[in-house]
């Protein structure tokens, strides 16, 4: 279930930058509750990409870059490469459920 | 580095128990958070629930009643139990170890599909 929304999808052409925003409410986001998000590529496990809110751990490139304000946050993907096509997924904690909830989930398509 | 490895039986019967474990290797682990995570096919994540190092668990609400998640730390090993599955517990199911304590999830397992058909 759900509670963070994402776009469906998104798609730009090499090169470009996209945006992926992540829509909470005031039991999550707004509560002051980080945000992260995932990389799923193809029948892969999802793997950290940007951890509280806009630290990327290391290896991960700088074109990678997260924010947060209110109830919602959004990742950024300048220099699109099509390496980046993959499912991305934002996720935090929710103090309704007492537990952590995820993003519905933004296909990235590189044109 | 941390690595995940789970395991557990991928084909079961509406009402039988889903049963499956996760091996770290690498890292600290007693004082570790541990996590089950699950996905659909085709659709998105879901937390299951974790364990602390004090042993102490967190479900989600939907699951609470069927779900029960245990670690052994002589093995370095946690579990996880669903009761009375049907198909609607159809997923690939994902172990991963919480980043310390900022709550997300910073190492995965590589997923174990588990299909509930009659």
């Known amino acids: 279930q759900s509670v963070l929304t994402q776009p469906p999808s998104v798609s730009g052409a090499p090169g470009q930058r996209v945006s992926i925003s992540c829509i909470g409410s005031?039991?999550?986001?707004?509560?002051?509750?980080?945000v992260h998000w995932y990389q799923q590529l193809p029948g892969t496990a999802p793997k950290l990409l940007i951890y509280?809110?806009?630290n990327r751990p290391s290896g991960v490139p700088d074109r990678f870059s997260g924010s947060k304000s209110g109830t919602s946050a959004s990742l950024a993907i300048t220099g699109l490469q099509a390496e980046d096509e993959a499912d991305y997924y934002c996720?935090?904690?929710?103090?309704?459920?007492?537990?952590?909830?995820f993003g519905t989930g933004t296909k990235v398509t590189v044109l | 580095q941390v690595q995940l490895q789970q395991w557990g039986a991928g084909l079961l019967k509406p009402s039988e128990t889903l049963s499956l474990t996760c091996a770290v290797y690498?890292?600290?682990?007693?004082?570790?958070?541990w996590i089950w995570i699950r996905q659909p096919p085709g659709k998105g994540l879901e937390w299951i629930g974790e364990?602390?190092?004090?042993?102490?668990?967190k479900y989600n609400p939907s699951l609470k009643s069927r779900v029960s998640i245990s670690v052994d730390t002589s093995k370095n090993q946690f579990s996880l139990r669903l009761n009375s599955v049907t198909a609607a517990d159809t997923a690939v199911y994902y172990c991963?170890?919480?980043?310390?304590?900022?709550?997300?999830?910073?190492?995965w397992g590589q997923g174990t599909l588990v299909t509930v058909s009659s």
């Open positions: 991963a170890k919480m980043g310390g304590m900022l709550e997300y999830f910073q190492y």
């Open positions: 690498g890292g600290s682990f007693s004082g570790d958070h």
């Open positions: 364990i602390n190092p004090s042993g102490g668990t």
């Open positions: 005031t039991s999550n986001i707004g509560a002051g509750y980080d």
């Open positions: 509280s809110n806009n």
């Open positions: 996720q935090s904690h929710d103090s309704s459920l007492s537990g952590y909830v």
